[in-house]
């Protein structure tokens, strides 16, 4: 067997590092535009500064997180139906 | 080119015929030819307002009705069919060619039909022709699956007719128009809508069957089914207001299951209940805006999810597998796929300049003009939520997270050139919907693009990918495991079967306690009728016909007597 020797671009560390860096940055600036841009809303509580981000940040983690407990009570074997019982 | 009248799902039959006769690059032709010159027919020469009816004894069969809605549709599926035989032109299997052009055939004669049994035809064709996308899999799972998927769907063309013709009792007329529920044949029609849509509960077929069918297959299958119930739903029931909670809730559920999933085809069947409910809630609300967002989703939806389900079956084709716990790190030696399946990421994500935004912005923004502010919460989370599964989701675990060691290559030049058209129109209807929106049945006046709404959005996703990568970094995140999650199939996958297996044992059980006495009896009945009737039986003896003939004077005889008393 050849021992793969090239390097792709996430196996350096420092390229994750960076990206994720990036990534924060946007999210930064996402939320102070917030406070910068004029925007006309219709629900009240698209008033409230940085409603969608924190919405969005939420709603993931709870998403997540009833999801892990769901597998506790719904996850069977991945031949659960074929076996005959 | 030809007569506008003629329905278009013909040139999809007759090329299906050919097919069965033809063999290497002229079967390409003829099957590239069909959606490429049925498309251009009814963009050039079909206009809205035509109606032709066939006879069928009693019946006048509408076979083409044509309105900016049926057009819409018709336009679609010209080219989903296009987009799908390209990518599975490298298969050499002929029941797959010919299922698929049969099947994108009666979808077109389902949105053209104008009357209910001819809705009705085209739907129990449309489940006969694509179950052999499923079964073309050869697998004893795609059996299974393929036969519990038929079932379903013949009940639901089953509830179709029995509705069509309470609704023919009901009114003297089969027209499809708007139904709405009254009566028992609206109720029955809309549940027939509903397990093709794929409503709460009535959904499993779609998250079993789709997952196991071929890699080509299931791109079929992606477009064209629910997107006919859709359109079904559009038609007959804009307006109902309790398809306001069965969208929210269909948004809402699957993306739980989508998170623990650990097949990424059968993620994406959970996120595509996920988009139908986003439909189905616009259609619901009814306004002009909220039916337009509605339709328009459907359209964006068939063409990002091809493309998801596309870059999939181009790794399940590659690698032969597909559960999440086995894949990753792809993206070194696929590149291009990673690079498109991305796009149709950030399409049913709904990102700014992607094809999801300016047609979920439509039913969200309508949502709010009618104050439906929880089922707003509700859709919002599942934007959210989609985001989450299917944007990062998918991409992330086939090609990135951990390497898997797998170094596939790029899939056939055909199946990369179909999920690039794909993506070139994802982005081309988000960067210029004015495009799709002229093509949209009710005039409205929206503009997707305003800071409110696109900052609003890019928040929405990016604190989404914030807590994504938060939770892998804490190391929160569900990892993929080998599993089954248990849905509402448990009832006929698990208990009916079960509760079947005991009542044949139990009958089995009787038959062998009480087989003895039923044995004796059965013995003695059997003697007895060996004795009258067997070789020797008195019932069973040949009798000469002199005494047959001095039996008839005896019986005559006595006749006569008996008269004349």
């Given at each position: 067997m050849q021992i793969e020797k090239k390097q792709h671009i996430f196996d350096k560390p420092e390229n994750v590092r960076l990206l994720l860096r990036i990534f924060y940055s946007i999210c930064g600036i996402l939320f102070i535009l917030d406070f910068v841009l004029h925007r006309h809303v219709e629900h009240p509580w698209e008033h409230l500064w940085g409603f969608y981000a924190i919405f969005g940040f939420i709603a993931c983690v709870v998403l997540v997180l009833i999801a892990k407990e769901m597998r506790k009570v719904l996850m069977r074997k991945e031949d659960y139906y074929d076996v005959e019982r | 080119m030809w007569s506008a009248e003629l329905p278009p799902f013909l040139l999809f039959y007759l090329g299906a015929f050919l097919v069965l006769f033809l063999r290497g690059w002229l079967r390409a032709l003829v099957m590239l030819a069909i959606p490429v010159l049925g498309g251009l027919h009814l963009w050039f020469d079909v206009a809205p307002g035509i109606v032709h009816s066939v006879g069928l004894l009693e019946f006048d069969l509408v076979v083409m009705r044509t309105d900016r809605l049926s057009l819409l549709f018709g336009y679609l599926f010209h080219i989903a069919a296009l987009l799908a035989i390209v990518f599975s032109?490298?298969?050499?299997?002929t029941t797959q060619h010919v299922a698929g052009l049969v099947y994108a055939g009666s979808a077109l004669g389902a949105v053209f039909a104008g009357d209910l049994l001819t809705l009705f035809l085209f739907w129990e064709l449309l489940a006969v022709s694509s179950v052999f996308l499923v079964w073309a899999r050869q697998t004893p799972q795609s059996f299974r699956a393929g036969l519990r998927y038929l079932v379903i769907q013949v009940l639901s063309g089953v509830l179709l007719l029995a509705g069509a013709m309470a609704y023919y009792w009901q009114n003297d007329t089969l027209a499809f128009n708007h139904i709405g529920l009254e009566g028992v044949a609206g109720w029955l029609i809309f549940l027939a809508f509903g397990i093709k849509c794929a409503f709460p509960l009535l959904h499993n077929w779609l998250t079993d069957a789709y997952p196991e069918a071929t890699p080509t297959g299931t791109v079929f299958l992606s477009a064209f089914t629910t997107k006919v119930a859709v359109y079904a739903l559009a038609r007959g029931?804009?307006?109902?207001?309790?398809l306001i909670y069965i969208g929210a809730a269909m948004t809402c559920f699957p993306i739980f299951y989508a998170v623990i999933e650990n097949d990424l085809r059968r993620v994406l069947a959970y996120s595509m209940i996920n988009q139908i409910g986003f439909m189905v809630c616009g259609i619901g609300i009814g306004t002009a805006l909220a039916l337009n967002g509605a339709v328009a989703h459907a359209f964006n939806d068939v063409i990002f999810k091809g493309l998801l389900f596309m870059s999939m079956g181009s790794v399940l084709y590659m690698t032969g597998r597909m559960n999440g716990s086995d894949l990753g790190g792809l993206y070194k030696t696929m590149p291009k796929t990673a690079t498109l399946c991305i796009i149709g990421a950030a399409s049913i994500s709904a990102f700014p300049l992607f094809s999801g935004f300016v047609s979920k912005s439509m039913v969200m923004s309508a949502l709010l003009k009618g104050e439906h502010h929880i089922v707003w919460l509700m859709l919002l989370f599942a934007s959210a939520g989609v985001f989450h599964h299917a944007g990062i989701k998918i991409p992330y675990f086939a090609f990135f997270a951990h390497d898997s060691g797998i170094r596939a290559s790029e899939p056939p030049r055909n199946m990369l050139l179909a999920m690039s058209v794909a993506a070139v129109l994802c982005v081309f209807i988000g960067s210029y919907p004015l495009w799709l929106y002229s093509l949209l049945p009710w005039d409205v006046d929206y503009m997707p693009y305003d800071t409110t709404h696109v900052l609003a959005q890019l928040q929405l996703l990016f604190f989404s990918a914030l807590a994504f990568v938060w939770l892998n970094l804490r190391g929160l995140y569900p990892p993929e495991l080998r599993s089954t999650n248990l849905d509402a199939e448990w009832f006929y996958r698990r208990l009916f079967p079960a509760f079947y297996g005991r009542l044949l044992q139990g009958l089995s059980f009787i038959g062998m306690t009480s087989g003895g006495f039923v044995r004796d009896r059965l013995q003695t009945l059997l003697a007895g009728l060996t004795r009258s009737h067997g070789p020797e039986g008195t019932l069973a003896r040949t009798w000469p016909t002199g005494s047959m003939v001095l039996w008839v004077a005896v019986l005559l005889g006595v006749y006569l007597i008996l008269y004349y008393l």
């Open positions: - | 032109l490298h298969v050499r299997d029931f804009a307006g109902t207001e309790i």
